[in-house]
């Protein structure tokens, strides 16, 4: 199974790089919001239930996806509603023999988030389109953790299409 982990702030461009990456590889896109869309209709974001019923749910898809060798890209925001314990596992647990774990940073600067906050495709998921709360959270350290224990790769993709992201992803793990 090939996991490629991609994360990195709001608006980076996880998802939208992601569907280029599955288009290039036939990898399966599972992005965040599939469950933390699902789970906001029962729990409020950032409550207990809330925060353990989306641990469940990603442990589970990502622990039967390795079991089926069913590769796949995880997209993944670091923000302090998830406990360290989450990434720790994905990083520590899940990787076993046939498990290949390739952990890619997105980045973009402040400004080209700040214009992708607003975007259409962020509001057909539940995603942060405000850009004063945004700013808020940013400031309060909101976004400081959990802490990502590696990045095989780093991709700004304010400078890159995201279809040229995809590719290099590509290329640099020989997907």
């Known amino acids: 199974m ?44 950032g409550t207990p239930d809330f925060v353990l019923l989306r641990d469940r749910l990603w442990r589970g898809h990502l622990a039967e996806a390795a079991a089926a ?25 899940l990787p076993r023999p046939g498990v290949r774990l390739r952990s890619v940073e997105l980045t973009a600067p402040e400004a080209v988030i700040e214009d992708r906050l607003a975007s259409a495709q962020r509001r057909q998921f539940r995603k942060l389109t405000d850009r004063a709360l945004y700013r808020k959270l940013r400031d309060a350290g909101a976004f400081a953790s959990p802490v990502i224990p590696r990045s095989d790769l780093r991709l700004d993709t304010g400078a890159l299409a995201p279809a040229e992201a995809a590719r290099r992803i590509v290329a640099e793990f020989g997907l």
Not at 8 to 29: C, D, I, N, S
């Open 2 to 45: 090939d996991l490629v982990f991609l994360h990195g702030p709001a608006a980076a461009g996880k998802y939208t790089v992601g569907r280029e990456l599955a288009a290039l590889t036939g990898f399966e896109l599972y992005h965040n919001h599939q469950v933390v869309d699902a789970v906001l209709q029962r729990h409020a974001f």
């Open 69 to 93: 060798d069913r590769s796949l890209i995880f997209t993944f925001n670091p923000e302090n509603s998830v406990p360290q314990a989450f990434v720790d596992w994905l990083f520590a647990a």
